[in-house]
């Protein structure tokens, strides 16, 4: 029997021996590489923190101790120690989940895989045990130095460090990257810290060499080490949390674990909130990982274990259409900047960063203070795109309201991977986005069905300077063009048995327009005249959807975003103000939060295949 098979939970890792350690770390990376490699997931992450999440587990005493992840990526290696070995069916249906999941375990605390939230659920947890008289439970927060450049947790800080007493443990697991490198002031502070160890040597020096001096010895090592403030001032600032009111112990070598350990267990000791700074290597122990520039394999598909390569080469991506038209609009236009939150490679601005660096701005995981800062270029006479995934636009949704659409700041908001994203679970599908919009006034939102219609829908949206506009679409490979067959009044009607009246006016948003399209096939096929249209701009309803509504005997809407408040509702609104009395029909995504699974299943899942909308449809025309 292996090490990692006689893990059974953390009580199992406290009783083995400490010099059986290295060969258990060694087997969890061989076992993370042979086994994401399979399934596809969070590679990188998970091979740099194995002896962090070891350490962890033998100094604090999870579940009676919280041990909460930051995002939660990087959660694998605290899955396998608490007894989940099972990982053929990761982020697939049924089987783990590729973040913490109360479901499955009660060690797993926060499921939430949006970053820089650690330290105020942490804060809550610890304070809310306090008051409760449990002083003796230990909370821990692991925070990666990327989402410590999130704003949500200073705010914490702040709030912790005026809790003195509080059995709190930050850990900062820095390994300079979210998934790029870390940018900023915080970043540079941290590189301050992780290079500069001179007190800690002069220290160590006088504990060996000053405290041997007999009588006065002792005596003039402790005035040494009374003056360590000042000397860390000088030679290592990490004055900045310490400031704060913050116990800091560090940098502390994260493959070090018998230093992580004696780390945490002086956290542990102190009876108040303390940050260990820990500094570990994304991808440890993994070459492909480690030599990868990118991203040192952060997330990846199917691979070969031996190569790093993939199995299989993806397609073109919806992610590279946007990516392109950038460039390209870089090239016409000296107005337009680009912003993002700290995922520069991801979201398709890699490119347009590297034509055009003095006109791009990565601000870390720090959403609100993109869509401000955007309003403030636009104010200056540029135009901003910022691009993020769907779901983050949930963080920084007043900015959006109050800075940019209240001010009619021109500023062009990207959302890749909107809609149902599949195996990364409920926190990463973008399914608010247009719901979010629906309520902005003056925002335009445009959901192109296929990569051609990307590059037409971000072309017209920089030309909007009065306004935010918004632009989204999923994740995976593009679709294929759809051509119209005619277009009124800024509305693509894609089929329609002619241009007289129909049964259904099919009204497909987005990546949904394919769906309509094939629903209206089997419908029309049983003698239904179905007309459908892609909206172009879905927010706010074309007055033409209004006029092409006047003409069918119904009206569906089928959407990939939650259907309370989305486009559905905001058609159904606008016949209304029309004095048009036409049913309409929404097919959205139910108000409840989605499990992992691909995404063709969680769409079976929830209604929204042709067979599913066009059964629907056939029960209620009769």
Not at 610 to 619: G, N
Request: proline share 5%; with cysteine.
């Amino acid at each position: 029997m292996s090490l990692l098979q006689r893990i059974g939970g953390p009580r199992d890792l406290k009783a083995l021996p400490a010099a059986e350690l290295p060969a258990l770390g060694e087997e969890i990376r061989g076992f993370l590489v042979d086994q994401v490699a399979r399934t596809g997931g969070h590679l990188g992450p998970n091979l740099g923190v194995v002896e962090l999440t070891i350490a962890l587990h033998r100094v604090f005493d999870s579940p009676t101790d919280a041990i909460v992840f930051d995002t939660g990526h990087q959660s694998y290696v605290h899955k396998l120690l608490t007894g989940r070995h099972d990982f053929s069916a990761l982020r697939k249906e049924g089987g783990l989940s590729g973040y913490p999941s109360r479901a499955e375990s009660e060690h797993d605390v926060v499921e939430n895989s949006h970053a820089s939230t650690s330290l105020s659920w942490a804060h809550g947890i610890a304070a809310g045990r306090v008051v409760r008289g449990e002083r003796n439970r230990h909370t821990v927060a692991v925070i990666g130095d990327g989402a410590l450049t999130g704003g949500m947790a200073w705010e914490a800080l702040n709030n912790i460090a005026a809790e003195t007493d509080l059995p709190l443990v930050l850990v900062v697991n820095d390994n300079e990257r979210s998934y790029a490198p870390t940018r900023g002031g915080l970043a540079d502070h941290l590189a301050t810290l992780r290079t500069t160890r001179g007190y800690e040597r002069f220290l160590d020096w006088g504990k060996r060499n000053v405290s041997r001096t007999p009588v006065v010895g002792g005596a003039m090592y402790e005035t040494l080490h009374g003056v360590k403030k000042g000397i860390k001032d000088i030679v290592a600032p990490q004055g900045m949390f310490e400031d704060l009111g913050l116990k800091y112990i560090g940098p502390v070598d994260g493959h070090d674990e018998p230093a992580l350990e004696a780390a945490l267990r002086k956290a542990r000791a102190f009876g108040g909130p303390v940050l260990v700074h820990v500094i570990t290597q994304k991808g440890r122990g993994y070459d492909p990982a480690i030599t990868d520039e990118a991203d040192q394999f952060h997330a990846v598909g199917v691979i070969n274990p031996e190569t790093g390569l993939p199995l299989e080469i993806a397609g073109r991506s919806w992610t590279d259409e946007f990516a392109d038209t950038m460039v390209e609009l870089g090239e016409e236009r000296d107005d337009v900047v680009a912003i993002t939150a700290a995922m520069m490679m991801p979201v398709g601005l890699q490119p347009f960063g590297e034509r055009f660096p003095e006109r791009t701005f990565d601000v870390g995981i720090a959403e609100q203070h993109a869509l401000t800062m955007a309003a403030g270029l636009a104010f200056s006479g540029l135009h901003p795109v910022v691009a993020v995934y769907a779901t983050f636009l949930n963080r920084a949704f007043d900015q959006l309201l109050m800075d940019c659409a209240l001010h009619k700041a021109g500023v062009t908001v990207v959302l890749d991977r909107s809609g149902v994203t599949g195996p990364d679970g409920a926190s990463h599908h973008g399914m608010w986005d247009m719901t979010i919009s629906g309520v902005v006034p003056g925002l335009h939102l445009a959901a192109p069905r296929d990569g051609q219609q990307v590059a037409a829908a971000v072309r017209a949206a920089v030309e909007i300077s009065d306004a935010p506009s918004v632009v989204r679409f999923p994740k995976g490979t593009v679709a294929d063009p759809i051509e119209a067959v005619r277009t009124v009044g800024g509305v693509d009607v894609l089929v329609e048995p002619d241009e007289g009246d129909v049964d259904v006016l099919l009204v497909g948003v987005g990546s949904m327009a394919a769906t309509a399209l094939t629903a209206a096939e089997k419908l029309a096929a049983e003698g239904h005249r179905v007309r459908v249209v892609d909206p172009v701009w879905a927010l706010p309803v074309p007055d033409a959807v209004v006029t092409l509504a006047r003409s069918a005997g119904r009206v569906a809407v089928v959407e990939d975003n939650v259907v309370v408040g989305g486009i559905g509702s905001q058609v159904a609104q606008a016949l209304r103000e029309a004095d048009l009395d036409v049913a309409v029909d929404t097919f959205g995504i139910p108000r409840r939060f989605l499990d992992h699974a691909s995404r063709g299943q969680v769409l079976d899942a929830v209604g929204l295949t042709p067979d599913a909308v066009a059964t629907a449809l056939r029960a209620r025309l009769g």
